[in-house]
């Protein structure tokens, strides 16, 4: 693949996923792997590099940092500048775009607005200007006035046409839009241009000249206007061109070589160029079909569009012109909608929206299908969650994803949530303007309805947990009778569970919460398929002597149990009836183990590299950091389970940045990282605070910890909470160190309250004849094992058998 | 019609299932909140294992239900129906209170 962009990285992803088993390599030419330039700005606003990245997939190789110079079609080799040329048998050219820059005299001095490179270089202009002017009124340039603007320069938009986005408004939309964008302090000269960059006495850009002879004066200008397909190495190969530029393919995204493919921003099909990121994901998609042997088509796509650009929403879709249309304008309130329909009125044709863009999620899947209500309406209130969308509608133009393929994910394949489709069907993972609609789909299924946490509560977690808190209610039953309804549910119950055990610190099988517990809490133990459950002892930080581990060596051969390692640094032992689950908790509890909660949406495990105690580089102690709040916090209920792990120096061998919460030593003290996650969503741990003593370091911890028990949803690890929060990380910041909401006081006694009330649940679940009654098989036959447990025997360990 | 007898009824908690071997057959019995007691094979049709005993009890839409511990199917306490995917059901036995002990009949 020629070209590291995120149709690239699309293509190889699409790749693996259908099974492709050849080898892939990548080369590209900037000095990381692909990254979302959807989300380019907030690379400007403090987003890391890293963050923006896309993931290489296990096994791709690539070549970063290199260019390709030439392709040879005849002996199949790409040649790689200062490198080894690469052979191939697929070529898959990806090379995308570059900014147009118009031939003006200055147009050197200028900058573009398409890698993180050249956002780096305008960071470092706008260091010593005050003032910028994009060249360019279209969905790129105000991107990147944007951009301009929040690197606090006074910004001009200069555009060609009449009026902003020309591509996607019509007249009336562009003049609000431009209201918007001049209350925002910006300056928009439209129907005007560039004639030249001024330089001054020094060199240095003194501004922009109009046709007009206007001087504009700025230090930074930025060309912002269209973009040209990168086609040279197409051009020099031989392949067929379009008339102004870009390679062709045909509807198998093959150029004229049928051993080359060319997909995103390069490719021309029938003479158009997709400069959009949904139609470069359907082509590498069609492009991964064929190259595994499918009969994927591309046959040109939607260019429907909605944005959030300098706050103000823009969408247009399907057609921009119509036999009738019907507009809604508030020049008040800054909105513009306009719906373009058929000479009989019957079908919708388009729709253009500015300042509030609803009707988009509600009404382009019904784009050439009959209009589903009166126009009026539509405009008005956006459709609303009545419409019964047709299952060939489609929902997720980014990734081609149809109504009827959300619907049958809901119904046949289990999906419950917004986050269990996306993971489906691949639906709202890429602009996420769908997710709305997504939402609605699965309230229609009955899947999912509101904040509410199920059919028994109208209240999100957070809310529950406020109404237990403040109104220090203390049972289930207390709870649904006041304030919800029926009796509950296995949403509902665990997660009222889990807010008890966080604010009462009891025992999960105190009276009536045994009934609330999901069975791994109810059996303090993790169920398996065959119905066993398998028994996680504490070890904290990973740290065991050689009598403690001979003693769950003797307690797994005994029990005749199957043994794992962890990737927690702990030891699992699988395939305990319940049963026996008291007599191996005997055995462990009396040898000084205690429960690792492995079972519970709780703290896991605090990981550790082996520290500066042994290794050579360590700079701190942190198996003995990792200790300390592993045992500080065991036992801790949260809203979903937490991971943390603590790395001695900066090598990060404890892998502390895939954790909730994780630690990286310094020479100086402690980093803090936090919502980190590995799972289906990696995520990397954001860095919180640096240089942090031990004791700082505890209590920010246990501030972040309380304050995400508190506000959570149910499930929701601290990555997507993090995500989730407004003012993500510096709100974070502003709760937790600054104390803005002046509840810190209340989380520290919170903490404090927990790790005074912390007791082992084996051990007092082994002192209580009533709690310890329920580990039977059989109410009726105490003594007699399940029957159905059956096992075999897999390298020399026992191995489930389940009967069909 | 034969009874079995097989528990207490206070050995049943509330909203918490308990297992009993009833001729050779695996019976999962539940006492609701209203106190009502129900029985329902024992075996989750959709993985294969003997766990319903084991689900969370509750309501939906007013009808008592147990969500299987596996992977949270739900099945009507009082027609075995698996209310995800009604052609799936599990059975249903019948139960009865006397003088305190609880009974079971797996006979049709």
């Keep these: 693949m020629v070209g590291y962009g995120p149709a690239a990285h699309r293509l190889v992803e699409a790749l693996l996923e259908r099974g492709f088993d050849g080898a892939i390599t990548v080369i590209g030419e900037e000095p990381r792997p692909a990254y979302d330039r959807v989300a380019l700005t907030s690379y400007l606003s403090g987003v890391a590099a890293e963050e923006l990245s896309y993931p290489v997939p296990p096994g791709v190789v690539t070549r970063l940092n290199s260019r390709v110079t030439g392709i040879d079609r005849r002996a199949r080799l790409v040649a790689v500048e200062g490198g080894e040329p690469e052979p191939y048998d697929v070529l898959v050219l990806a090379t995308g775009s570059r900014p147009f820059v118009p031939p003006v005299p200055g147009a050197e001095h200028a900058h573009v607005y398409r890698t993180i490179g050249d956002l780096d270089a305008i960071r470092l202009a706008a260091k010593e200007a005050t003032d910028g002017v994009v060249v360019g009124g279209g969905l790129l340039g105000l991107e990147a006035a944007d951009a301009l603007r929040g690197l606090g320069l006074r910004t001009h938009i200069v555009e060609m046409s009449p009026w902003l986005m020309p591509r996607q408004v019509d007249e009336g939309g562009g003049a609000v839009l431009k209201a918007h964008i001049e209350a925002l302090g910006l300056s928009v000269h439209t129907g005007s241009g560039v004639q030249e960059v001024v330089t001054g006495h020094d060199g240095r850009v003194a501004g922009l000249r109009t046709p007009a002879g206007t001087l504009i004066e700025a230090q930074v200008v930025v060309f912002s206007a269209g973009i040209r397909p990168r086609d040279e190495l197409a051009r020099e190969s031989g392949l067929a061109l379009g008339e102004r530029g870009g390679v062709v393919v045909d509807s198998a995204m093959r150029t004229s070589d049928p051993h080359v493919y060319a997909i995103g921003e390069c490719a021309v099909r029938d003479g158009m160029v997709y400069g959009l990121v949904g139609p470069c994901f359907t082509m590498a998609e069609v492009a991964a079909d064929r190259i595994t042997g499918g009969g994927a088509t591309f046959d040109g796509a939607d260019l429907s569009t909605r944005l959030k650009l300098l706050g103000v929403e823009v969408a247009q879709f399907g057609a921009m012109e119509g036999a009738l249309d019907v507009t809604y304008m508030d020049p008040v309130a800054g909105v513009y909608k306009k719906l373009f329909i058929s000479d009989d009125a019957g079908t919708l044709l388009g729709g253009i929206c500015v300042g509030d863009a609803s009707p988009y999620g509600t009404l382009r899947p019904y784009v050439g299908k009959p209009l589903p209500a009166p126009p009026a309406d539509l405009l008005f209130t956006g459709g609303g969650a009545q419409l019964d969308l047709p299952d060939d509608a489609q929902v997720c133009s980014c990734n081609n994803v149809s109504a009827g393929v959300v619907r049958s994910a809901i119904t046949g394949q289990g999906c419950a949530d917004v986050a269990g489709l996306k993971a489906c069907t691949r639906a709202g993972t890429t602009c996420g303007s769908c997710v709305p609609m997504l939402r609605q789909l699965l309230e229609k299924a009955g899947v999912e309805t509101g904040k509410g946490l199920c059919e028994h509560f109208e209240h999100s977690r957070a809310e529950l947990f406020d109404i237990v808190r403040v109104r220090g209610i203390g049972t289930f039953s207390q709870l649904i009778a006041e304030h919800g309804q029926g009796r509950g549910c296995d949403v509902c119950k665990p997660a009222v569970a889990s807010i008890l055990a966080s604010l009462h610190h009891g025992h999960v099988l105190e009276g009536e919460n045994a009934a609330l517990q999901d069975t791994n809490d109810h059996f303090l133990a993790n169920i398996q398929k065959n119905g066993t459950y398998s028994v996680v002892p504490r070890i904290p930080g990973g740290e065991i002597t050689p009598d403690k581990l001979i003693v769950i060596g003797e307690v797994a051969r005994d029990f005749g149990l199957y043994t794992k390692i962890t990737g927690g640094q702990r030891i699992d032992l699988f395939g305990a009836r319940v049963d026996q689950l008291p007599q191996i908790w005997r055995r462990l509890v009396d040898a000084g183990f205690e429960s690792g909660h492995a079972y519970g949406k709780a703290l896991r495990t605090v990981k550790s590299c082996v520290g500066s105690t042994w290794c050579r580089y360590g700079v701190q102690d942190s198996v003995g950091l990792a200790i300390a709040l592993e045992l500080r916090y065991r036992g801790l209920r949260s809203p979903h389970k937490l991971k943390s792990a603590v790395s001695g120096c900066a090598r990060e061998c404890a892998e502390a940045r895939s954790k909730d919460f994780g630690v990286i030593a310094t020479e100086q003290g402690w980093n803090l990282y936090v919502g980190g996650n590995g799972g289906f969503k990696p995520r990397h741990a954001d860095l919180f605070a640096a240089d942090l003593t031990t004791e700082e370091l505890v209590r920010t911890i246990d501030r972040f910890l309380m304050f995400y028990i508190r506000t959570a949803d149910r499930l929701q690890r601290t990555s997507a909470w993090l995500e989730s929060l407004d003012g993500g990380l510096g709100y974070l910041r502003s709760v937790i160190v600054d104390d803005a909401l002046g509840i810190c006081a209340d989380l520290d006694a919170h903490m404090e309250r927990h790790v005074a009330a912390y007791a082992d649940e084996w051990r007092a679940t082994l002192e209580d004849p009533d709690k310890l009654s329920r580990f039977v098989s059989f109410v009726n036959a105490p003594g007699v094992p399940d029957p159905s447990i059956v096992f075999e025997t897999e390298r020399d360990q026992i191995k489930p058998v389940v009967m069909s | ?108």
């Excluded at chain 2, 050779?24 to 319903?52: C, I, K, M, W």
């Design chain 2, 1 to 108: 019609m034969t009874w079995v007898n097989v528990c207490g009824y206070a050995t049943l908690l509330p909203e918490r299932g308990v297992c009993a071997l009833v001729d050779g057959e695996q019976v999962a019995l539940f006492r609701t909140h209203d106190g009502v007691v129900h029985a329902l094979g024992n075996r989750d049709p959709f993985s294969g294992a003997y766990v319903l005993s084991r689900g969370i009890v509750g309501t939906r839409k007013g009808e008592p239900t147990v969500a299987s511990p596996l992977h949270k199917q739900v099945f009507s306490l009082v027609t075995g129906h698996c209310l995800d995917e009604p052609s799936v059901a599990v059975p249903v036995y019948r139960t009865r209170v006397d003088g305190g002990t609880v009974s079971v009949s797996v006979s049709v």
